[in-house]
């Protein structure tokens, strides 16, 4: 039987408590709102009827549209996926956009829970382009998705050196995946953006190894990955038009007698050599491959998203995505596109500065801060940034710290949030139709 909930704006009777959020007759939940459309306190009475153990529900009344459907399943979902939320009809188009963000989010959600004997990196790639190409064949565009997967040795001889050397301890092949949505099918259609993935689906730190408590959730490691994937899937699901190009970086870091060393000096095809000081600070020698491919595209702007730093999480926790830019103008159509989704995200300090940061004796630069008390999130942005010619404009990095949660909280649930799938897709969509 399902529990219903009806959304009100009248305060709960005293006998519930002072300001309550929740009351219940029979089987009836009422979640009371000091605004109609607070999609925070929806989110909030979801987590709290989950915890209730209620686990099938369904939404009742004229009070709920697209977002507040849209922030009680936010709230509502867990990674067992053990629940069931019947909505309320809608018309065909709300329908469409409430599926569409449930099965994107889902996705990311899914991919960066399942455990990494189960996503390793090549599964993983191929995971992303099918779901990828999945969601534009439903919008008649399977023909416009083309994807390669460069794996194992392969990526040795192509060049992509910080992939290879990174996951070349495991015994699961690193890959590579480079998608290209290309909607209009010419060869010459310019390319509005290049999304770049982080997709370590386990780290171990390397020769550099964490300690068990840190490593318990290194399946995750791959949600800068799942997070760019998921956005292009769901900005093809409402319409993409213009071209996109995706690089995902994937690869174990595990220890053996093949894997990469401190001290060890990677040359990087666009010149740049690099001093490895930390194996634990791999995140960084894998994007550096999808940025050289991405700045070859020539695209408008290149957002890279990645689980990078453990600095980007002190700084804000599990509550926002960092973002870190010297592009004022990409930051602040981000932060808006992020309004518009309602989505947290806070930016963090990057500035040329930074780049002296990173100095190495033995090569141009090193994979970890050279100053005694440095900023991590900007020095790991500095880095990423010699792999980037005009780092100055159009390129913004996102540190996904709010990408998952170690324990439950009183929006979400422990586990992947889906945080950044919105503004993402909206940023592209709204870059597009600029274009048009």
């Not at 925070?40 to 009742?60: C, D, F, H, T």
């Not at 794996?151 to 092949?173: D, F, H, M, P």
Request: proline content about 3%; aromatic content about 8%; overall charge neutral.
């Amino acid at each position: 039987m399902s529990m219903q909930v009806l959304l009100s704006t009248q305060a709960a009777s005293s006998v519930w408590g002072k300001n309550a959020l929740l009351s219940f007759n029979q089987e009836q939940a009422t979640v009371h709102l000091k605004s109609i459309n607070d999609g925070g306190a929806i989110q909030r009475a979801a987590r709290k009827l989950r915890a209730q153990g209620i686990n099938q529900v369904s939404l009742i009344g004229e009070d709920w549209n697209l977002d507040n459907c849209w922030h009680f399943y936010q709230g509502f979902y867990s990674a067992k996926l053990d629940f069931q939320i019947h909505f309320p009809e809608q018309d065909a188009q709300t329908e469409k956009c409430l599926s569409d963000r449930i099965a994107c989010a889902n996705f990311a959600r899914e991919i960066i829970n399942l455990p990494a004997d189960v996503i390793t990196p090549v599964v993983l790639a191929e995971r992303c382009a099918a779901f990828i190409r999945h969601q534009a064949e439903k919008q008649s565009k399977g023909n416009a998705v083309q994807s390669n997967i460069i794996s194992g040795e392969a990526l040795k001889q192509q060049g992509y050196v910080g992939i290879w050397n990174v996951g070349k301890g495991s015994t699961n092949l690193a890959a590579m995946l480079q998608l290209d949505f290309n909607p209009s099918g010419e060869e010459s259609a310019p390319v509005l953006a290049c999304l770049v993935g982080k997709g370590i689906t386990f780290d171990s730190g390397g020769y550099s190894i964490k300690p068990s408590d840190g490593m318990s959730t290194m399946r995750t490691d791959m949600g800068g990955a799942a997070l760019v994937s998921a956005s292009l899937a769901l900005a093809i699901a409402n319409g993409l038009n213009k071209r996109v190009k995706l690089y995902l970086c994937c690869a174990e870091n595990m220890v053996n007698s093949r894997a990469f060393k401190l001290g060890d000096i990677i040359h990087y095809p666009n010149g740049v050599s690099v001093e490895v000081l930390n194996t634990d600070a791999e995140g960084r020698l894998v994007l550096a491959d999808g940025l050289i491919e991405a700045d070859k595209q020539q695209p408008q702007f290149i957002i890279d998203c990645a689980t990078l730093t453990g600095a980007a999480k002190v700084a804000v926790g599990n509550d926002y995505h960092s973002v870190l830019s010297i592009d004022d103008d990409l930051v602040t159509k981000l932060m808006a596109a992020a309004k518009v989704a309602k989505e947290p995200f806070w930016r963090l300090p990057f500035e040329d500065l930074h780049r002296a940061q990173i100095q190495s004796a033995f090569a141009d630069i090193a994979n970890i801060g050279s100053v005694p008390v440095g900023a991590g999130a900007s020095t790991a942005t500095a880095f990423l940034s010699y792999f980037v010619k005009n780092y100055q404009t159009n390129w913004l990095h996102i540190d996904c710290s709010a990408t998952y949660r170690k324990s439950a909280s009183d929006l979400w649930a422990t586990g992947a949030t889906g945080i950044g799938v919105q503004t993402l897709a909206t940023l592209l969509l709204q870059k597009s139709t600029k274009e048009n």
